[in-house]
């Protein structure tokens, strides 16, 4: 059976020092060759953080290790947000706004210790039909895969981690309305390493339409040098892409990570891309050498009780971070759903029966001294306020401890801190627009480069 343990959760030192302290405190156990008396490092327990014992231990309370990754993936999520031209009168509206080579640097980490290998699109027509963007002649932005390739870091990780990060819907939430809440067989293929035959593996696993479309439907990419336009899915882009970095790390599997990150519809689309990599790796006998987790955030469900069973047969770990007030995580299968008890057994095959997949953490707006009270259904969802819950979340009727995150932050695209703070709404914004100007003083919008490769 899958697991679907539900923890809830109720309720001016530097962050450096608050999180040295909780570091110190990790009930995480130590490798037996360690040095006596050394403090526990992230190295040392990696395998744990990234959920090898589904978490076991370390969500009441949240072990320090494991909330300061998933606040670090958190981040990542976020940037796909802040990185993204939604400006509907931009002549590069659907894309990033820096290249991929500058992307860390630009958005103010450039020491993060990662590489950005490949951009992800998706099929601007499904984005436009299911969620409301704009439409765009080439696939939209929605997030990234990189690398650690820096020494210093892989040794503070322990291992070379290979992240895809993925980008929300830049709508408001009456996308939720727009879900095809029917499940539909994936059909999806992978090829046999020992064969070299396409295979399909089904076993009942159902997808929501929409997501699956979002991942499967073709996008147009760029023109070959022959003239040919060349044709791929968002699919295509992932599993190519992670299959290029297996081969050319092949040498690390037995230290080597894939972690998967997202918000909203990017959490949905990080769950589904994370079974789809597993597979791939279980059909090319890479088998459970390399941990795939996921760290989501506000994800609604995805998937019918066999893909949530699946997903953990095949060691897909997932944690979903959920705030109690949001709707988002509670749709597609608002009624018929993981939470039915004994009806599960009989009711599980119909096309609308979602089961949620993995470990929950559940946080709560009530338990920050720092936000006001709202009816603002989108300042739940908001995953600014979520990242500022997770970073004072200690357990289960704990109180809120922050651990020295900005809660300036919490405002960036929404007006949820109490006005004692005096830190305006909505601040988070390009200068002047993003326009600039020419010689002449004349105010334009200045010209970028593009990936083309990507």
Same mark, same amino acid.
């Given at each position: ?208 339409? /929409? =997501? %699956? !479309? ?12 022959? +003239?040919?336009? @060349? ?109 039915? /008890? =004994? %009806? !599960? ?12 997949? +993995?470990?929950? @953490? ?35 009727n704990k109180p809120f401890n922050s651990c020295g995150r ?29 326009l600039i100007q020419d010689p002449h003083g004349k105010w ?11």
């Open positions: 059976m899958a697991v679907f343990p539900l923890p809830h959760v109720e309720g001016d030192d530097s962050a450096e020092n608050k999180l040295a302290s909780q570091t110190k405190s990790s009930s995480l156990p130590l490798s037996s060759d360690m040095e006596k008396g050394r403090q526990p490092q992230l190295c040392d327990v990696w395998r744990d953080v990234q959920g090898a014992n589904d978490w076991k231990d370390l969500l009441d309370p949240i072990d320090s290790f494991l909330k300061a990754e998933a606040l670090r993936y958190g981040d990542l999520a976020q940037l796909c947000y802040d990185a993204f031209d939604g400006d509907t009168y931009s002549k590069y509206y659907g894309t990033c706004y820096h290249n991929k080579d500058a992307l860390f640097e630009k958005m103010g980490i450039p020491s993060c210790g990662y590489q950005v290998t490949k951009y992800i699109y998706a099929n601007t027509d499904m984005l436009n039909q299911l969620f409301g963007e704009k439409p765009k002649d080439r696939g939209v932005w929605l997030g990234f895969v990189a690398v650690c390739t820096d020494p210093n870091e892989i040794k503070r990780l322990g291992r070379r981690d290979i992240v895809i990060a993925w980008r929300g819907t830049q709508t408001t939430q009456e996308w939720i309305q727009n879900l095809r809440d029917f499940l539909v067989p994936t059909r999806l293929s992978y090829k046999c390493g020992r064969t070299g035959k396409d295979h399909i593996i089904s076993e009942g696993v159902r997808i929501e339409r /929409g =997501f %699956l !479309s979002c991942y499967t439907s073709t996008i147009r990419q760029h023109e070959d040098s022959e +003239g040919n336009t @060349v044709n791929i899915s968002t699919r295509d882009l992932i599993l190519a892409e992670v299959g290029r970095l297996l081969k050319v790390y092949e040498n690390e599997i037995d230290n080597l990570s894939i972690t998967f990150t997202g918000h909203s519809l990017g959490a949905a689309l990080a769950t589904l891309s994370a079974y789809d990599v597993k597979q791939m790796l279980n059909s090319d006998h890479f088998d459970d050498h390399i941990p795939v987790t996921v760290f989501a955030f506000a994800s609604p469900r995805v998937g019918n009780l066999a893909f949530a069973k699946l997903a953990e047969k095949i060691g897909v770990k997932v944690l979903r971070f959920v705030n109690k007030s949001d709707v988002v995580p509670k749709v597609p299968g608002l009624f018929m759903n993981e939470n039915m /008890g =004994f %009806l !599960s057994k009989f009711l599980h095959w119909l096309p609308w029966t979602y089961f949620h997949v +993995g470990m929950e @953490v559940a946080l709560e707006n009530d338990s920050s001294q720092y936000l006001a009270h709202t009816h603002n259904l989108a300042y739940f969802h908001n995953l600014e306020v979520y990242l500022h819950l997770l970073d004072g979340y200690v357990g289960d900005d809660h300036a932050l919490v405002n960036k695209s929404c007006d949820l801190l109490k006005e004692k703070y005096e830190i305006p709404p909505n601040w988070w914004q390009k200068q002047n627009k993003g334009m919008q200045p010209t970028k480069s593009v990936d083309e490769e990507d």
